[in-house]
């Protein structure tokens, strides 16, 4: 295997995965996600959490965001799945640690994560090396994004039934990609079975925010381009829903992430709120 190092997840799937963890570890309960895997898989360190970028107050707004895209999309595919849809396809996978987490809804579905080789194996391999495998249902399918390799067909080669209807998400993606490939992306899953699902986020332009949460945005962007992977897209959700449409979607709607903070957090007492900026796509075919 290659050196580790040149082969982790890159920073931004790293800092994810901890603030799924922090959220665990510093909010009270009812937790809106559990999940400390991440943290297992990335081994960040003991004094991770003296980071700058993990600092409790600060980074609470963004930490809130972050479990309140992974719940929702969670609920998504219980739903899916008891609806009997049996695939699930996560693009640009990274960390994500559904398939550990939650292996009684999983082991019902073929899950296929997607992501760039390098990673890719790297995940592979810490997953063997803590005790979890890779069991028949889940697929660790590499895809060289740079090498223009088709996901699709990679896919398939990986056991993919394109004839069945697929639950396919996309978070934290798109704001990296030219509005061109994401418009290229949406036009090959709009073509998938009728009965397919897509569940995809998207960052809105700075003065579509509240005023408070501007500043987190700036301190994103430039932590991006810091770590060579600047945010180049952001969307209007009229901007996005029509990109689905032109590609081909039946439905698309625009799920705001404020709806998704009172669906989660009305209850709290603690004050934590996610922040603005990220909203979501959902559309069928």
Same mark, same amino acid.
């Given at each position: ?7 982790? @997840? ?6 994810? !995965? ?16 559990? =999940? ?16 700058? =970028?993990? %600092? @409790? ?35 640009g996978a990274g960390l994500d640690t559904f398939a550990q987490r939650r292996p009684e809804i999983a082991s019902r579905l073929r899950v296929f994560e997607v992501d760039q080789p390098g990673p890719q194996a790297w995940k ?5 090396? +803590? *005790? ?16 223009? /390799?088709?996901? +699709?067909?990679? $896919? #398939?080669? !990986? &056991?993919? %039934? @394109? &004839? ?7 978070? *934290? ?16 899953? #709009? *073509?998938? !079975? @009728?009965?397919?699902? $897509?569940?995809?986020?998207? $960052?809105?332009? !700075? /003065?579509?925010?509240? =005023?408070? =949460?501007?500043?987190? $945005?700036?301190?994103?962007? %430039? ?24 590609? &081909? ?6 799920v705001p992430g404020a709806s998704l903070a009172h669906r989660y957090f009305a209850r709290r007492t603690d004050g934590l709120r996610p922040s603005s900026g990220e909203d979501l796509l959902l559309a069928t075919t």
């Amino acid at each position: 295997m290659a050196d580790e190092q040149t082969e982790m @997840p890159d920073s931004t799937a790293v800092r994810t !995965a901890l603030w799924r963890a922090m959220h665990v570890r510093v909010d009270p309960p009812p937790h809106v996600l559990e =999940d400390e895997i991440g943290l297992r898989l990335a081994a960040p360190g003991d004094d991770w959490r003296r980071r700058p =970028d993990m %600092e @409790p107050h600060v980074t609470s707004a963004l930490r809130a965001a972050v479990v309140t895209r992974s719940r929702f999309i969670e609920d998504l595919i219980a739903d899916q799945a008891d609806r009997g849809v049996t695939q699930y396809v996560i693009l640009g996978a990274g960390l994500d640690t559904f398939a550990q987490r939650r292996p009684e809804i999983a082991s019902r579905l073929r899950v296929f994560e997607v992501d760039q080789p390098g990673p890719q194996a790297w995940k592979r391999h810490r997953l063997v090396e +803590l *005790g979890y495998g890779i069991p028949d249902w889940l697929h660790l399918v590499p895809v060289d994004f740079e090498a223009s /390799e088709d996901w +699709l067909e990679q $896919l #398939a080669a !990986a &056991g993919f %039934e @394109p &004839g069945r209807p697929t639950v396919v998400v996309s978070t *934290g993606v798109t704001m990296y990609l030219t509005k061109d490939a994401t418009a290229a992306t949406l036009r090959q899953i #709009a *073509g998938l !079975a @009728p009965g397919s699902t $897509l569940a995809m986020t998207f $960052l809105l332009p !700075a /003065e579509l925010l509240d =005023d408070a =949460d501007r500043p987190g $945005l700036r301190a994103s962007k %430039e932590g991006a381009q810091a770590s060579g992977t600047p945010f180049i897209s952001f969307y209007s959700p009229p901007e996005m829903l029509a990109l689905a449409r032109e590609a &081909g979607f039946e439905d698309a709607r625009h799920v705001p992430g404020a709806s998704l903070a009172h669906r989660y957090f009305a209850r709290r007492t603690d004050g934590l709120r996610p922040s603005s900026g990220e909203d979501l796509l959902l559309a069928t075919t």
